[in-house]
């Protein structure tokens, strides 16, 4: 066994240095799955080596995100972490997270894990590791061909935690969906939310999940929404409601654009709190580091260097990822479905410069090929954003192209995002947004990282 699990370590570290290095790809997850097929139980080998606790960060939006900052805000503390923080997170990603981090002996040097987990492959990956904590970020309609509707990873997360009955839960308490499924089971539960209206929730026409009460059918009655389903909610029939938050951020601030975000972060029951500024923007991003936050003080360690964590904190991975092009600013977005994109398009509309946005839809696999949730977000709102241009790209550049017609905003079509890149810095565009779905993500990250030399 030893032998397998040395060969099979040296075989995924040669084989990720040689996708990065030499055929210039992200190789994470060719590098995970030759491991596992040299040596099947090489992820339960070095997942029992975590001195610590396990945290699985699982649900639709805000993963990637939420996942760094929870693993950064503990390396802050002094702690060796490992994490994917590539956004593999899949069984073959997670697993090449732990041989990656793992010397050539096959041995683990790590206080905590801090693995993103996508939530359709939780049945395969927790078999082979029971998490300390799960984070729940959020449950919304994605990629139907491959999720289904959302109560089938709803069953999935049943699942596992059923089989997983000493898994605390961190949840976001806004979320109906999360919430109903969190009370459903045994598991010891924490919640978090933003307990008060944020803006005017009015303006938003967004496809709400969690109208209906999961525990008997009634309509929901929401006081406020934040976006999407995210609210203040109460069923009109039963008992259900959001549940009491036990941490919460209050007095959210919405700065000058460079100086993004501002909020009381309180804890109960002992109402403690701290201000914390971040140059981040969007509401949801306030919903990342709230989860962040509470997975780290649940755990029973004091983030007393939180806000340090958060100054030296880069989005990366194409998260309002930012390149300096010559005078251009070129910011890098994902947007993979109808909450994700609504949000993103509000993250533009607070920039009130003048701007151009290219718009980039493939149909790959892991995209879903079924691309009728374009039809689902609110692009009529980008009549808004103050754009000079908007150019469509990616595999789907004319279904892009149909959508936006269809609320009269007006696109032109340029399927190679390069050439619709390179046509925009040409015109002397210097305030450049690209909103791309997943297998766009990667590509177009190495290729705005090229032409920033």
């Not at 069923?235 to 409601?241: N, Q, R, T």
């Not at 533009?348 to 977000?377: E, F």
């Not at 032109?412 to 015109?427: S, W």
Request: charged share 20%.
């Amino acid at each position: 066994m030893f032998l397998r699990r040395f060969i099979a370590i040296i075989v995924a570290k040669i084989a990720y240095w040689a996708s990065v290095k030499l055929f210039k790809r992200q190789g994470v997850t060719w590098a995970g799955k030759l491991a596992l097929d040299i040596c099947p139980s090489i992820l339960k080998d070095l997942s029992s080596q975590i001195r610590n606790d396990i945290f699985i960060v699982c649900g639709t939006n805000g993963k990637t995100t939420t996942n760094n900052l929870l693993a950064l805000g503990l390396e802050y503390e002094g702690y060796k972490i490992i994490c994917n923080n590539t956004g593999s997170n899949m069984l073959n990603g997670v697993t090449a997270a732990f041989v990656l981090a793992s010397d050539f002996r096959g041995r683990i040097d790590c206080d905590y894990a801090c693995i993103e987990v996508d939530e359709a492959s939780t049945r395969r990956i927790l078999p082979h590791f029971t998490p300390d904590y799960m984070v729940l970020t959020n449950l919304f309609r994605d990629q139907l061909d491959r999720y289904g509707e959302i109560d089938i990873t709803m069953e999935i997360l049943r699942e596992v935690l059923n089989a997983c009955p000493n898994m605390k839960l961190i949840v976001n308490g806004d979320d109906a969906l999360c919430a109903y499924l969190a009370a459903a089971e045994n598991n010891e539960m924490i919640t978090y939310g933003i307990p008060k209206q944020v803006g005017d929730s009015k303006e938003m026409n967004e496809i709400r999940e969690g109208r209906f009460c999961k525990k008997c059918g009634a309509i929901l009655n929401y006081s406020f929404y934040h976006y999407s389903q995210l609210g203040d909610y109460r069923c009109s029939a039963c008992d259900f409601k959001r549940p009491f938050l036990d941490f919460t951020a209050d007095e959210i601030e919405s700065r000058d654009l460079d100086s993004g975000l501002s909020f009381y972060l309180r804890e109960y029951p002992s109402h403690s709190g701290t201000t914390f500024s971040t140059g981040f923007r969007g509401l949801y991003n306030v919903y990342n580091i709230l989860a962040a936050y509470s997975a780290i003080r649940t755990s029973g360690v004091c983030p007393s260097n939180f806000q340090n964590m958060l100054n030296s904190y880069k989005p990366n991975n194409g998260r309002m990822e930012t390149f300096q092009i010559g005078e251009a600013k070129v910011t890098l977005n994902l947007a993979k479905n109808p909450a994700g994109f609504n949000q993103n398009i509000q993250a533009v509309m607070q920039d009130t410069k003048p701007k151009d946005i290219i718009i980039v839809i493939n149909d790959n696999a892991q995209d879903g090929t079924d691309i009728s949730w374009l039809w689902d977000v609110d692009f009529d709102r980008l009549s808004e954003v103050n754009a000079n241009n908007i150019i469509t790209s990616g595999i789907r550049y004319l279904d892009m192209g149909l959508r936006l017609k269809y609320v009269d905003i007006k696109a032109k079509p340029v399927r190679e995002v390069r050439a619709a890149i390179d046509e925009l810095l040409r015109a002397g565009s210097t305030n450049l947004y690209v909103l791309v779905n997943y297998t766009a993500l990667y590509t177009t990250g190495q290729l705005l990282k090229a032409m920033t030399k």
